[in-house]
C-alpha cells in the first residue's frame, strides 16, 4: 500500500483539453499507464470541477505524490461541460485512464463494457481507511453486483455527495424587512411566490426591475418540486414513465408561471443580457440553489450574506432535494490498478487527502463523523450548513436516471420545454406529449441492459 500525504496547497488553474490530448494523456495501447523509464509508477488521472475544484483536486494529488515518490500522476482536466464527450473518446480509443471520475448513472453500463474495475479488495485492504465512517448513500452508488445498483462489488468511491441546497440572500431580506425562512419548516409552493413577489423590484427606479426574487434553471431545479409535490420521472419498478400525472403537470406549471404569470424570475431576453447565476452573484436574486462545490467561490465574491433554507414543499408538505455525486473509478485495463485504487481511496476515504479538499470549501466532507463536526462549525459560512446534511439524511434522492442503464428518455423531458417556459404551451400539454416518447427510449434501455447482462 502507498502512504498518505499530511497538507495541501492550491497549486494550478483550469486546464481544457483537447481530445488528441485526453488520448495521449492517458497513455498505454489498451490500458492505463505502466512503469516510465525512471522507474516510477505512473498513472494517469481524469477529471473535471469549477477552477477552485480542479486547483484543489490538482493541489491534493501533488501532496499525494510526494507522500509516494515512487508514483507520477498525469493529470488530465477537462471543462465539465466537455467531460462526457472526452471521457467516451478515451474510452473508444481505448485510452481508458487509470483513475477518473463517472456519473454514478453509468456504473451498469461501464461495468458490463469493461471499463471499471472491481476495487473491493483494495478498498476492504486499505489501512488506515474505514468505509464503515464514509456515507453509506455514497458508497452504495457505486456498488453493483450485476443485476442490482447498491449491492455487491465495489466499482468506485463517491468523490463526494453534492446535496442541492436552495440558497438565498440573507442581507436582502433584512434590508427588506422580511422574517427569514426557517431553518425546519419550508414555505409552501404559494408562501414561496408570495416573498418572491415582494423582494422582485425596481430598486434604481428607472422603470425596470433589476431585482427578482428567483432565477432557477428548470433541468437542474425542477426535481425539488415535482418530489415534493408527489410527482416523479418513473415508477418504482423503473419500467414505466410517470410524468403525464396532474401532479407533475401542476409543478412544471408552477415553474412555469413563475416567469409568465408571477413576473418574479428574469425574462428569457433579460436572463440573456445577465444569466441568472450572475444575477445572483451581483446580489440581484433573493433565492438560487447552492452545493457544496460553490462555497469557496461565494466566500470569496459575494458581496451580501447568504444561507440555506428548505426547498418551498408541495402537496406532501414535506420538502425534496436531489442528492448529486460523481464516482471515482479504476479503468479496468490499468497496468497499476493498485496505485490507482490507493489514489482513488486518498481523494475520497482517506482522512487527510478528504480533509485537505474540505479545507478548499469544494465539498462537504465523505465521513460521516467530520460532517457533523463541519457543519457545526460557525467559523466556515453558509450557518445552516447542516441543512446539506438534512438532504442527505432526511430528504434527498438521487437524479432518475441512475437507476436505469441510459438516461436518454430522462434527458428526452428536456428536450423541447421551451415553449412551456415561453407560456406558448401548458404544462398538462406538454407531458402528454413527453411521456410516449421518454417511454420508447427508456424500453429501448431496458431492452440494451437485458442484452448486455447475456
Known amino acids: 500500500m502507498f502512504k498518505s500525504s499530511k497538507k495541501m496547497g492550491i497549486m494550478l488553474l483550469l486546464a481544457i483539453m483537447v481530445i488528441s490530448a485526453v488520448l495521449a494523456g492517458c497513455g498505454g495501447k489498451e490500458s492505463g499507464s505502466g512503469d516510465s523509464k525512471s522507474g516510477k509508477t505512473e498513472i494517469t488521472f481524469m477529471f473535471r470541477g469549477q477552477p477552485k475544484e480542479l486547483e484543489a483536486y490538482t493541489a491534493t494529488v501533488k501532496r499525494f505524490e510526494a507522500s509516494n515518490p515512487d508514483v507520477k500522476v498525469t493529470l488530465v482536466q477537462v471543462a465539465p461541460d466537455q467531460y462526457d464527450t472526452k471521457l467516451k473518446a478515451a474510452i473508444a480509443g481505448k485510452k481508458i485512464p487509470d483513475v477518473f471520475f463517472y456519473n454514478p448513472a453509468q456504473v451498469k453500463a461501464y461495468v458490463n463494457s469493461g471499463v471499471l474495475k472491481d476495487i473491493t479488495e483494495f478498498v476492504e485492504g486499505s489501512e488506515g481507511v474505514s468505509i464503515d465512517d464514509i456515507w453509506e448513500k455514497g458508497i452504495n452508488k457505486y456498488r453493483f453486483d450485476g443485476k442490482t445498483l447498491g449491492q455487491g462489488a465495489i466499482y468506485g468511491l463517491p468523490k463526494d455527495l453534492g446535496p442541492f441546497a436552495l440558497g438565498y440572500n440573507k442581507t436582502m431580506f433584512e434590508e427588506a424587512g422580511i422574517p427569514l425562512p426557517d431553518n425546519d419548516t419550508p414555505y409552501t409552493l404559494d408562501e ?58 401542476e409543478a412544471v406549471q408552477w415553474f412555469a408561471d413563475q416567469q409568465n404569470v408571477h413576473k418574479v424570475t428574469p425574462s428569457i431576453a433579460e436572463a440573456q443580457t445577465l444569466d441568472t447565476y450572475q444575477r445572483w452573484m451581483k446580489g440581484e436574486l433573493a433565492f438560487f440553489p447552492v452545493g457544496p462545490w460553490d462555497m469557496a467561490t461565494y466566500a470569496e465574491q459575494l458581496k451580501f450574506e447568504y444561507d440555506l433554507m428548505p426547498w418551498p414543499a408541495g402537496k406532501t408538505g414535506k420538502p425534496a432535494a436531489w442528492v448529486g ?130
Open 192 to 249: 414561496f411566490i408570495e416573498v418572491a413577489q415582494q423582494l422582485t423590484k425596481d430598486t434604481n427606479g428607472d422603470g425596470k426591475t433589476n431585482q427578482f426574487g428567483t432565477g432557477f434553471n428548470i433541468q437542474w431545479s425542477l426535481q425539488p418540486i415535482a418530489w415534493s409535490n408527489g410527482a416523479d420521472w418513473i415508477d418504482e419498478t423503473g419500467t414505466k414513465v410517470t410524468v403525464d400525472t396532474p401532479e407533475f403537470a
Open 325 to 454: 455525486s460523481l464516482g471515482i473509478g479504476v479503468g479496468a485495463t490499468s497496468k497499476n490498478a493498485e496505485a490507482a485504487a490507493e489514489l482513488a481511496l486518498y481523494l475520497s476515504a482517506d482522512q487527510e487527502g478528504n480533509q485537505a479538499l474540505v479545507d478548499a470549501q469544494v465539498q462537504l466532507p465523505n465521513s460521516v463523523t467530520v460532517a457533523e463536526q463541519w457543519a457545526a462549525n460557525e467559523s466556515i459560512k453558509p450557518a445552516n450548513k447542516q441543512e446539506f446534511l438534512d438532504i442527505i439524511n432526511d430528504y434527498g434522492r438521487g437524479f432518475p436516471a441512475e437507476k436505469t442503464y441510459t438516461g436518454e428518455w430522462y434527458d428526452e423531458f428536456f428536450k423541447n420545454i421551451q415553449p412551456v417556459l415561453d407560456g406558448k404551451q401548458t404544462a398538462a400539454e406538454y407531458v402528454k406529449e413527453a411521456q410516449p416518447k421518454m417511454q420508447k427510449l427508456l424500453d429501448a434501455a431496458i431492452e440494451a441492459e437485458k442484452k448486455a447482462a447475456k
